[in-house]
């Protein structure tokens, strides 16, 4: 029996791999890429309670944390490019122009 | 029964995954681990009867978002490993501890919580029409209408912003 | 257990060969039309009237020596014709062939499965095959096909708008993402989409065109620009599957396109009595009928237009067929509010 409960587990741990991946790689995009993981497993909760309270609001909710996943993504590769074209690296460690 | 296995395989192979794309030190092979993590997220919202999410999660998060990544990476792919230089005030080994003391945490929290009574939520009322895409459609419609205007208005803004900030001159 | 393993399982292979051997063969359609268009008479030595230059094709390419680049990735580099491939096939699993027949005393609908986001589902599968043709570029490890690669992969995904667009105005009209529901929606309505939605159906067959990499949009596998495009370095049955890929996808759009637009199983004129006869014609040979005409004309306009720059491409699709296709859904939903 899967019980919600199960879910939640996968989610958190889904969860604690993209803050370690966060907190750990220094390549930028990885560090994106593991928000992209954050956001998934918000959304896997979400659809799971969704399932359970036969309620379809949890899934308009993931629709929307899609849709500004999506917008974010655009938005930070973007800067990612721009920053790229002036300082020719993607290691955050070495982005700190606006450090004292 | 089936639906035990089907979700143990799933969920291993997304945590599985989700190991992979972090710890890969080749970008474009993590990016690859990404997209099938998603397509077993996907997998996942079928067994939790959501078809319409799985379909559009495979559309819009497989097939737009990580493509977009998979551009990126290939036109800032560099000779040398972009881990080469590293803040001497960093403290990878004390934030791995911290965040796998989370993770046991919430665990313990889940589990405990599991074995309680719960408060009583009140289901949603019944709507109109059946079927998972027309609910959630008719949700869009009535109820959440003035978030998915929002929601259209944020992805124009962030499609002009990408646009102005990737390109050469203004 | 019969009805719910055995039959699914005996359509899947029925499915996938008859898939196969089709896109075999349009290897041979192909050059034959070309051939007739530009008045000869094409291959004719392989058996009789060249009908088995297909096999022949197959065994030349499997017996040719599989070169890999030094420095490509390889598992990337095998990966890459495969993920091609296998969206290609499965989405099949959605097409109707037919309605419902009678086989030997047993009910048996003639499409693999009817999930109702069985659109959606074709439209997902679709935008998962562009990684194929990025990850062959990059894997080639060498600048032209990397090149030629972005440069295929950024029109696929500009065609994807536009063709997405018209799909969701057929949606509008039929009340249903199910493609079995769309095909009933043309039976009760008794006419074809294609003439309700005229201007959809032909921006949905230029981004097909597109979609495919075909002619006058096959610029970035073309021997003359960037020396053959993001299969350069692809030699013997890689090469094959690539080249298979793209007739495979072009069998799907005819598929869809038949199952959207032009009636699916319908036969012409459904609610004209007087047409009668034309009911001797099973359903699923009225579908292949329909899919054969748009892959032929396919063809024929390989045949006849010349290439599109890529400059000219992209600014067809950005400008001309995402604004027309919105402008259609807009009115759509106009007429369909207000007649309804």
Known sequence: MITPTHYMLLSAALFVIGVIGVMARRNIIIIFMSIELILNAVNINLIAFSAQLQNAIGQVFAIFVIAVAAAEAAVGLGIILAFYRNKETVNIDEMNLMRW | ??????????????????????????????????????????????????????????????????????????????????????????????????????????????????????????????????????????????????PFEIASMLLLVAMIGAIVLAKREL | MIDTVVIPLLKIVIVLNATLVGVTYMVLLERKVIAWAQSRLGPMRVGPYGILQPIADAVKLMIKEDITPVRADKWVFTAAPIISMVPALIVYAVIPFGPEVNLFGRQVSLYVTDINVGLLYVVSVASVGVYGIILAGYASNSKYPLLASLRASAQLISYEVAVTLTLVSVILMAGTLSMVGIVRAQEAGHVWFAFVQPIAFGIFFIGGLAETNRAPFDLPEAEQELTGGFHTEYSGMRFALFFLAEYANMIVVSSVATTLFLGGWLRPFPNVAALGFLDFVPAWMWFLIKSFVFLYIFIWVRATLPRYRYDQLMRLGWKFLIPLAIANLVLTGIVKVMLL
């Open chain 2, 1 to 146: 029964m089936a639906e035990a296995i089907a979700f143990y395989v799933i969920a291993a192979f997304i945590l599985g995954f989700a190991v992979l794309v972090v710890s890969t030190k080749d970008t474009v092979h993590s990016v690859l681990f990404l997209v099938l993590d998603f397509l077993f997220v996907a997998a996942l919202y079928v067994l939790l009867q959501a078809p319409f999410l799985a379909a559009i999660q495979v559309l819009v998060y497989a097939g737009g978002i990580v493509v977009l990544y998979l551009f990126v990476v290939m036109l800032v792919n560099l000779k040398r490993p972009p881990e080469a230089h590293q803040d001497p005030h960093r403290r990878t080994k004390l934030g791995l501890g911290l965040a796998a003391a989370v993770l046991l945490e919430l665990g313990a929290i889940l589990v405990y919580t599991s074995t309680r009574p719960g408060t009583p939520v009140a289901a949603g009322g019944t709507l109109p029409v059946t079927g998972n895409t027309e609910q959630v459609g008719w949700l869009l419609y009535t109820n959440y209408l003035i």
